[in-house]
């Protein structure tokens, strides 16, 4: 697991990271459980986000989950094929920041 923040911290624990209400579970219709691969915690200024790669009997797909302070959650799926895609569109808008 690793961990990132907006501001500089101590290196990424390797300790388990607690639960924080999307582990385990099915996967969302793709062919039952789900197992972690890895996953990457990210502490941003209001949220915390967890980025979860997840291998099913379907193959492998990312999770994206967000939890804010006020304790709401958020969740979206896709599959690994899209990746690249994802990658292009967030460089894309960080490039409009």
């Known amino acids: 697991m690793s961990e990132l923040t907006g501001s500089p911290s101590p290196a990424p ?16 219709g793709r062919g039952g459980f789900a197992q972690d691969v890895h996953s990457v915690t990210i502490h941003g200024r209001q949220r915390t986000f967890y980025v979860d790669l997840k291998e099913s ?37 960080k490039g409009h920041i």
Not at 13 to 28: D, E, L, M, W, Y
């Open 57 to 93: 009997g379907n193959g492998k797909f990312l999770k994206i989950s967000e939890k804010s302070r006020g304790g709401q959650k958020t969740t979206i799926m896709f599959d690994v094929e899209d990746l690249d895609q994802m990658i292009a569109a967030l460089q894309e808008m």
């Open 13 to 28: 624990s390797s300790q388990p990271r607690p639960a924080h209400g999307f582990q385990g579970g099915q996967g969302g």
